[in-house]
Protein backbone atom coordinates (compact mmCIF):
# COMPACT_ATOMS: atom_id res chain seq x y z
CA UNK A 1 0.00 0.00 0.00
CA UNK A 2 1.64 3.22 -0.97
CA UNK A 3 1.81 6.13 1.09
CA UNK A 4 -0.72 8.27 -0.78
CA UNK A 5 -3.28 5.64 0.02
CA UNK A 6 -2.62 5.73 4.02
CA UNK A 7 -3.12 9.32 3.51
CA UNK A 8 -6.83 8.84 2.14
CA UNK A 9 -7.47 6.60 4.58
CA UNK A 10 -6.79 8.65 7.38
CA UNK A 11 -8.53 11.31 5.92
CA UNK A 12 -11.38 9.70 5.40
CA UNK A 13 -10.89 8.90 9.23
CA UNK A 14 -10.76 12.05 10.46
CA UNK A 15 -13.50 13.90 8.05
CA UNK A 16 -16.41 10.98 9.00
CA UNK A 17 -18.76 11.78 12.02
CA UNK A 18 -18.00 9.87 15.26
CA UNK A 19 -19.46 6.91 16.28
CA UNK A 20 -21.41 6.11 19.20
CA UNK A 21 -21.34 9.48 20.59
CA UNK A 22 -24.85 10.45 22.31
CA UNK A 23 -24.58 14.41 23.49
CA UNK A 24 -21.14 14.23 23.87
CA UNK A 25 -20.38 11.53 26.21
CA UNK A 26 -19.55 7.65 24.99
CA UNK A 27 -22.34 5.22 23.86
CA UNK A 28 -22.58 1.89 24.07
CA UNK A 29 -24.50 1.79 20.62
CA UNK A 30 -24.34 4.44 17.88
CA UNK A 31 -26.70 7.53 18.21
CA UNK A 32 -29.61 8.35 15.58
CA UNK A 33 -31.06 11.53 14.91
CA UNK A 34 -35.04 12.19 15.36
CA UNK A 35 -37.14 10.55 17.39
CA UNK A 36 -34.26 8.00 18.52
CA UNK A 37 -32.77 10.00 20.27
CA UNK A 38 -33.91 10.28 23.87
CA UNK A 39 -33.30 6.26 23.33
CA UNK A 40 -30.19 6.35 22.49
CA UNK A 41 -29.92 8.91 25.73
CA UNK A 42 -31.73 6.34 28.02
CA UNK A 43 -29.72 3.14 26.88
CA UNK A 44 -26.00 5.87 27.35
CA UNK A 45 -27.28 6.44 30.96
CA UNK A 46 -28.52 2.74 31.84
CA UNK A 47 -25.13 1.63 30.03
CA UNK A 48 -22.92 4.10 32.92
CA UNK A 49 -25.19 2.63 36.18
CA UNK A 50 -24.68 -0.43 35.06
CA UNK A 51 -21.26 -0.60 33.68
CA UNK A 52 -18.51 -2.88 35.20
CA UNK A 53 -15.45 0.16 35.25
CA UNK A 54 -14.43 0.44 38.92
CA UNK A 55 -11.91 3.63 39.49
CA UNK A 56 -13.49 5.68 36.64
CA UNK A 57 -17.42 5.37 37.66
CA UNK A 58 -18.05 8.12 40.49
CA UNK A 59 -20.37 5.45 42.38
CA UNK A 60 -17.52 3.25 43.23
CA UNK A 61 -15.30 6.42 45.36
CA UNK A 62 -19.10 7.46 46.96
CA UNK A 63 -19.21 3.73 47.79
CA UNK A 64 -15.26 3.81 48.90
CA UNK A 65 -15.96 7.12 51.28
CA UNK A 66 -19.18 6.18 52.59
CA UNK A 67 -18.11 2.48 53.44
CA UNK A 68 -14.74 4.22 55.49
CA UNK A 69 -16.80 6.67 57.12
CA UNK A 70 -18.86 3.61 58.59
CA UNK A 71 -16.42 1.53 59.40
CA UNK A 72 -14.44 4.51 61.36
CA UNK A 73 -17.37 5.39 63.22
CA UNK A 74 -18.48 2.50 64.76
CA UNK A 75 -16.03 0.43 66.54
CA UNK A 76 -16.96 -2.35 68.30
CA UNK A 77 -20.60 -1.45 68.03
CA UNK A 78 -20.26 1.89 69.92
CA UNK A 79 -19.96 4.81 68.10
CA UNK A 80 -17.87 7.43 68.01
CA UNK A 81 -20.52 9.89 69.47
CA UNK A 82 -21.06 8.02 72.23
CA UNK A 83 -17.52 7.81 73.54
CA UNK A 84 -17.40 11.57 73.46
CA UNK A 85 -20.58 11.35 75.48
CA UNK A 86 -19.32 9.73 78.25
CA UNK A 87 -15.88 11.21 78.44
CA UNK A 88 -17.57 14.53 78.74
CA UNK A 89 -20.97 13.42 80.81
CA UNK A 90 -19.63 10.10 82.67
CA UNK A 91 -22.44 8.30 84.71
CA UNK A 92 -24.68 6.44 82.63
CA UNK A 93 -23.36 7.51 79.56
CA UNK A 94 -20.03 5.79 80.44
CA UNK A 95 -21.85 2.61 81.94
CA UNK A 96 -24.20 2.35 78.39
CA UNK A 97 -20.80 2.83 76.47
CA UNK A 98 -18.78 0.09 78.51
CA UNK A 99 -22.38 -2.68 78.50
CA UNK A 100 -22.67 -1.56 74.75
CA UNK A 101 -18.61 -2.32 74.02
CA UNK A 102 -18.24 -5.72 76.36
CA UNK A 103 -21.36 -7.46 74.60
CA UNK A 104 -19.56 -6.97 71.41
CA UNK A 105 -16.35 -8.35 72.39
CA UNK A 106 -17.97 -11.29 73.99
CA UNK A 107 -19.71 -12.10 70.97
CA UNK A 108 -16.78 -11.95 69.30
CA UNK A 109 -14.37 -13.54 71.77
CA UNK A 110 -17.40 -16.71 71.27
CA UNK A 111 -17.17 -16.96 67.65
CA UNK A 112 -13.31 -16.86 67.62
CA UNK A 113 -13.38 -19.44 70.34
CA UNK A 114 -15.64 -21.52 68.01
CA UNK A 115 -13.95 -20.99 64.95
CA UNK A 116 -11.49 -18.87 64.97
CA UNK A 117 -9.00 -20.76 63.28
CA UNK A 118 -11.27 -21.47 60.38
CA UNK A 119 -12.71 -17.70 60.02
CA UNK A 120 -9.12 -16.53 59.75
CA UNK A 121 -8.06 -19.09 57.32
CA UNK A 122 -10.79 -18.68 55.33
CA UNK A 123 -10.26 -15.23 55.24
CA UNK A 124 -6.60 -15.23 54.18
CA UNK A 125 -6.89 -17.80 51.46
CA UNK A 126 -9.64 -15.49 49.60
CA UNK A 127 -7.37 -12.12 50.23
CA UNK A 128 -4.38 -14.24 48.73
CA UNK A 129 -6.71 -15.59 45.96
CA UNK A 130 -8.27 -11.93 45.17
CA UNK A 131 -4.54 -9.90 45.36
CA UNK A 132 -3.48 -13.06 43.01
CA UNK A 133 -6.11 -12.90 40.66
CA UNK A 134 -5.81 -8.56 40.79
CA UNK A 135 -1.72 -9.03 39.61
CA UNK A 136 -2.10 -11.81 37.23
CA UNK A 137 -6.05 -10.64 35.38
CA UNK A 138 -5.49 -6.69 36.00
CA UNK A 139 -8.55 -6.48 35.94
CA UNK A 140 -10.36 -3.16 36.83
CA UNK A 141 -12.74 -4.32 38.70
CA UNK A 142 -10.95 -7.14 40.61
CA UNK A 143 -8.22 -4.51 41.66
CA UNK A 144 -11.10 -2.15 43.11
CA UNK A 145 -12.26 -4.84 44.86
CA UNK A 146 -8.70 -5.58 46.47
CA UNK A 147 -8.38 -2.14 47.10
CA UNK A 148 -11.02 -2.40 49.52
CA UNK A 149 -11.34 -5.55 50.82
CA UNK A 150 -7.73 -5.99 52.23
CA UNK A 151 -7.61 -2.61 54.17
CA UNK A 152 -11.17 -3.52 55.31
CA UNK A 153 -10.18 -6.76 56.63
CA UNK A 154 -7.20 -5.20 58.15
CA UNK A 155 -9.18 -2.63 59.70
CA UNK A 156 -11.58 -6.18 61.03
CA UNK A 157 -8.85 -8.48 62.07
CA UNK A 158 -8.11 -5.26 64.67
CA UNK A 159 -11.13 -4.68 65.86
CA UNK A 160 -11.10 -8.57 66.62
CA UNK A 161 -7.90 -8.43 68.71
CA UNK A 162 -9.10 -5.17 70.50
CA UNK A 163 -12.29 -7.04 71.55
CA UNK A 164 -10.00 -10.46 72.46
CA UNK A 165 -8.10 -8.07 75.01
CA UNK A 166 -11.23 -5.95 76.23
CA UNK A 167 -12.71 -9.84 77.53
CA UNK A 168 -9.25 -10.97 78.49
CA UNK A 169 -8.31 -7.83 81.03
CA UNK A 170 -12.34 -6.25 81.31
CA UNK A 171 -10.89 -2.28 80.50
CA UNK A 172 -13.54 -0.36 81.80
CA UNK A 173 -14.27 3.31 81.79
CA UNK A 174 -11.06 5.61 80.84
CA UNK A 175 -9.04 2.86 79.52
CA UNK A 176 -12.12 1.42 77.09
CA UNK A 177 -12.26 4.92 76.12
CA UNK A 178 -8.58 5.25 75.48
CA UNK A 179 -8.37 1.71 73.86
CA UNK A 180 -11.68 2.54 71.18
CA UNK A 181 -10.15 6.37 70.45
CA UNK A 182 -7.09 4.13 69.28
CA UNK A 183 -8.54 1.89 67.59
CA UNK A 184 -10.52 4.46 65.68
CA UNK A 185 -7.37 6.24 65.02
CA UNK A 186 -5.86 3.12 63.34
CA UNK A 187 -9.00 1.94 61.26
CA UNK A 188 -8.50 5.88 60.05
CA UNK A 189 -5.39 4.89 58.86
CA UNK A 190 -6.40 1.72 57.35
CA UNK A 191 -9.00 3.72 55.35
CA UNK A 192 -6.54 6.44 54.01
CA UNK A 193 -3.82 3.58 52.54
CA UNK A 194 -7.50 1.98 51.04
CA UNK A 195 -7.59 5.28 49.02
CA UNK A 196 -4.45 5.69 48.36
CA UNK A 197 -4.12 2.01 47.44
CA UNK A 198 -7.00 2.66 44.87
CA UNK A 199 -5.98 5.82 43.28
CA UNK A 200 -2.63 4.13 42.97
CA UNK A 201 -4.60 1.18 41.13
CA UNK A 202 -6.76 3.19 39.05
CA UNK A 203 -3.48 5.33 37.79
CA UNK A 204 -1.81 1.94 36.76
CA UNK A 205 -4.75 1.06 34.95
CA UNK A 206 -5.35 3.99 33.16
CA UNK A 207 -1.44 4.15 32.20
CA UNK A 208 -1.93 -0.04 30.74
CA UNK A 209 -5.48 1.28 28.95
CA UNK A 210 -3.25 4.29 27.39
CA UNK A 211 -0.46 1.65 26.44
CA UNK A 212 1.92 4.22 27.83
CA UNK A 213 4.14 1.04 29.21
CA UNK A 214 5.29 -1.60 28.13
CA UNK A 215 3.56 -3.89 30.72
Not at 20 to 27: R, W
Not at 64 to 83: E, I, K, N, Q
Not at 102 to 123: K, N, S, T, Y
Not at 141 to 164: K, S
Request: positive net charge; hydrophobic residues 50%; proline residues 4%.
Amino acid sequence: VCSSDLMAQAKTRLSSPARGLCFGFPARRPCFTGPDRKDCLLLSLISEFLDFSTFFSVWYWVFLALAWSSRTHWTLGAPFDSVVRAEKRGGKWEDDLDAIVHAMAARFAMFMQHGGPWVVGIAMFLLAGLVTASVVTQNEMVRGITAFAVPMMIAEFGDIRLALRIERTGLRGYDLRRALVWRRFLNQVTGLFSLILAATLAVITLVQTQQFVPW
